[in-house]
């Protein structure tokens, strides 16, 4: 029901209206009904209120990417990434990765995927995805070892199954 979100945002906005969670639900609410001039401008707000809120930066990184302005995507997924004290790296990573994918950038996402799994060695979905790109260029030896490492904490899903055939032959 997108007309109450939309008033219990307001609603929760006046009681704190500079709260980031508050500001960044706003931004995904507008993301989420198509409304990209609202959620831009949300997630501007989140930023400049702030400025060194990573989870602001992947969001919107997120959103830049949906909307092919891919530079700017990684840009802002880079920067959360700095951020001394963020925890959801690896969580970016993939979301730069995956981005870097859509962008035709097959050897950045290779790379951001790499990093994402040094974060999580064993993320099944992540194991999956590293796999495909891998496969996608011609790259077996590494589709094999994400492959390899997928054995041993994922179970096999009609993607794995079919990397597993495509890989073999």
């Known amino acids: 029901d997108m007309a109450q979100a939309k008033f219990n945002l307001d609603k929760a906005s006046e009681f704190d209206p500079t709260n980031p969670d508050i500001l960044l639900t706003k931004a995904y609410y507008f993301q989420t009904v198509g ?32 909307n092919k302005r891919y530079a700017e995507a990684d840009s802002q997924f880079m920067r959360a990434v700095e951020q001394p004290d963020y925890i959801r790296m690896e969580d970016t990573y993939e979301n730069a990765a995956s981005c870097a994918a859509q962008s035709g950038d097959k050897a950045k996402a290779a790379r951001y995927f790499d990093v994402a799994l040094g974060y999580s060695p064993l993320n099944a979905k992540l194991l999956l995805e590293a796999a495909e790109l891998a496969l996608s260029t011609n790259n077996h030896t590494k589709a094999a070892e994400y492959m390899q490492r997928f054995s041993q904490c994922g179970h096999d899903s009609a993607q794995s199954l079919w990397l597993k055939l495509q890989l073999a032959q």
Do not use: H, T, W
Not at 39 to 65: H, I, T, W
């Open 35 to 66: 409304d990209n001039v609202g959620a831009e401008r949300s997630y501007k707000e989140a930023l400049s209120q702030y400025p060194n809120n990573a989870d602001a930066m992947n969001n919107f990184g997120v959103f830049l990417c949906s």
